[in-house]
């Protein structure tokens, strides 16, 4: 059986969103699985010396106006968020306490938290409005903002920021197919070419 495609992204990211909408679709075409995985891009920006994009002059004014145009462009939704960019840590850490109960409830967790972000306004930042998130997906308030404080929890996202500087992941998306890597919403037409028909 094919090898699942790996969907790497931070909550933090109007791109990684935009992919987040497309990136099940794409693989159930060709028979896929996937894998999402959360991770910090500021941990990678450390690492990099870079800063956030949307704090850039001049290239940070550009991106707020390419972010709405590139919804408008998909038809895919999408505000740029009253704060913005955020800390995407406790985001992070709600799905993989999700994605060690249920990994497919932990996507719709995902995709609710990304919706309540780039599309409500709604700081997920905030663990309180983390928590909201995931009790309209159906997780118990209690459970989650346990699971927030686990320290199981805080070591699993670490560990995942740490896999994904390991396999040099230095953006969102970011998609690894097959051990091919492709970076960023404009490239996954390049990522379908290279399902439907391997290698180019």
Known sequence: MATPIEFWFDFSSPFGYLASTRIEA????YGRDTVWRPFLLGAVYKINGVVPTPNVPLK???A???????????????????????????????????DAHDAARAKQLAAALYKAYFVDDLDIANAENVVKVAVQC?????AVSAGLADAAVK????????????KSVFGSPYVIIDGEPFWGM???????????????
């Open 155 to 166: 070591q699993r996202t670490k560990a995942e920021v740490d896999n994904a500087i390991a």
């Open 186 to 200: 404009d490239r996954l037409d390049q990522a379908e070419k290279w399902l439907a028909g391997g290698p180019f």
């Open 60 to 62: 940070g004014d550009y």
């Open 26 to 29: 794409l693989a159930a075409k």
């Open 64 to 98: 707020r106006i390419d972010i709405l145009r590139s919804g408008r462009f998909y038809g895919i939704p999408i505000v740029v968020p009253s704060n913005f960019p955020i800390g995407s840590v406790t985001a992070a850490r709600a799905f993989y306490w999700a």
């Open 138 to 142: 159906g997780f118990d308030a209690a």
